[in-house]
């Protein structure tokens, strides 16, 4: 008999919540939303809210709130938001002993309970939670990887969107390297429905983007108080689905490197093939002597949180 896929969601907040939306509107499949005991009930509110909606708008598929692990067992998907949010005036590492102590803790129930999960991780400091995660559960590392690149690509689209003054369908932008101030955004693969950007904008224009695109989740932290959400589980979503459907999309996301870029043992924002076999295949492209002069920095930067954490 045909079955329905299954995708837990690790954390009931901002971003969990969004993202158990999501899965229920594009029915993927049924869904698990997952928090600490004392907001089981909450992760259960949640739940009835977005079923409720079905109703409504005319989709179907379960979500289920709780607090215990075994309700993820034989989850497809486990996208992990748990941890601490930002607040205004915090840099993404700032939350590393807070959210490395919640990984450990969400990466053992993983394991216990969903081993064959393809595991996409957004929670703070990106890169170094998604190295984590791939350490505590032992899983082959194209089965864990770490949604930020999709995330700061979208914000750079918008932004060039806006300036070009002309719809976002048609802009494709790439960024890599960490999720932090030291992302690297590849202009010579940024075009809009193929025209290269720098045709289309003065590089004040672009540099200004750059350096927006760098600090957006910044921005929306100063804004909100807090960390955006909507385009964070929607870039989750798009990998989750790659991987449902076996689409061998190529989405910038952080991926293990073993080699790749001339880095190793480490996760950093990369092009890579997103498909049935979680993520299959690492793309390499040819940089400028600048992009990975930044590439090398940011991967520098990357490295040093994975140190510290190792001391936590
Ligand atoms: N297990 C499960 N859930 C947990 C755990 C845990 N051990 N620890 C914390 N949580 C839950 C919190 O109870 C909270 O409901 O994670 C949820 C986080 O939700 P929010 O505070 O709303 O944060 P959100 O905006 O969703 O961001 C989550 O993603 O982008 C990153 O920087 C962001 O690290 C942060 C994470």
Request: with cysteine; glycine share 12%.
């Amino acid at each position: 008999m045909a079955q329905r896929k299954k995708i837990s969601v690790i954390g009931a907040g901002n971003i969990g919540g969004e993202l158990a939306m999501l899965v229920a509107r594009r029915e993927l499949g049924d869904c698990v939303l997952l928090d600490i005991p004392e907001k089981a009930d909450f992760a259960r509110g949640k739940a009835l809210d977005i079923m409720q909606t079905g109703a409504l708008d005319g989709f179907d598929g379960n979500v289920h709130g709780t607090s215990d692990y075994k309700d993820i067992a034989g989850s497809d998907v486990v996208i992990v938001t748990a941890g601490v949010p930002r607040k205004p005036g915090m840099s993404r590492d700032d939350l590393l002993s807070i959210n490395l102590k919640i990984i450990r803790a969400v990466a053992n129930g993983i394991k216990e309970n969903a081993p064959k999960a393809f595991v996409v991780v957004i929670s703070n400091p990106l890169d170094a939670m998604v190295y984590e995660m791939k350490k505590v559960t032992g899983f082959d590392p194209k089965m864990v990887v770490g949604m930020a690149g999709v995330l700061d690509s979208a914000r750079m689209q918008c932004f060039l969107a806006m300036a070009c003054k002309c719809s976002t369908k048609d802009v494709r932008a790439l960024v890599l390297g960490g999720h932090g101030d030291t992302m690297v955004p590849a202009l010579g693969y940024c075009t809009v429905n193929g025209i290269p950007v720098k045709q289309l904008l003065p590089a004040d224009v672009i540099d200004g983007i750059v350096k927006r695109t760098a600090g957006g989740g910044g921005e929306i932290v100063k804004l909100m108080g807090t960390s955006a959400y909507y385009a964070p589980a929607a870039g989750a979503v798009e990998m989750a689905e790659a991987y449902l459907r076996d689409e061998k999309r190529i989405l910038a996301c952080a991926a293990y490197l073993n080699g790749e870029y001339g880095y190793k043992d480490m996760y950093i924002g990369v092009p890579v093939v997103i498909g049935g076999g979680g993520a299959e295949r690492v793309v390499q492209i040819d940089l400028s002597a600048d992009e990975k002069a930044m590439l090398d920095k940011s991967a520098e930067a990357v490295r040093g949180l994975i140190t510290d954490a190792a001391k936590l």
